[in-house]
């Protein structure tokens, strides 16, 4: 069975890949939606402490909660697993939570951005792209019409 990794990261846009993978997604093959929670210091405002793990586990449960809707909606809840992990680095956190559960795909919709904001930031499918020994499709805007 194939093994194919779908992160996310809560937009609608990047919610365009399940249209674009519905033929592929009917040989079914494992799914498994992600959300990377980025890392949260611990934080000291007006004398009162503010503990980054208790936000990232907050983040957490909503990630969750979520994809398991994005897993009713677009499939079914029993074939999908959903996981929200925190890694500190979208795409760093992809490709490792890739390499770890041995998938055989990524696919991710590539952002539209500016050229000054993709030099400035950088696109986190670009950088998976580059940094994974893993294939990785990349849709971008232009394929979901």
Known sequence: MV?????????SEAEGVFDLLKDDLNSNPEIILLQIVETVRTVLIDGQVI?????EETEQTRA?????????????????????????????????????????????????????SRLLMGSTADKVSERSVIKVRKFTFADLN
Not at 51 to 55: K, P, V, Y
Not at 68 to 91: F, H, P, V
Request: glycine share 8%.
């Open 51 to 55: 503990l980054g793990q208790s936000e």
């Open 64 to 116: 969750i909660t979520y994809l398991k809707g994005l897993a009713e909606k677009y499939g079914s809840l029993n074939d999908w697993r959903c996981e929200a992990t925190i890694y500190e680095g979208r795409a760093d956190g992809i490709v490792k939570f890739a390499s770890k559960e041995k998938v055989d795909l990524v696919v991710m919709l590539q952002h539209k951005r500016n050229r000054l």
């Open 3 to 11: 093994r194919v990794l779908i992160p996310l990261d809560g937009t």
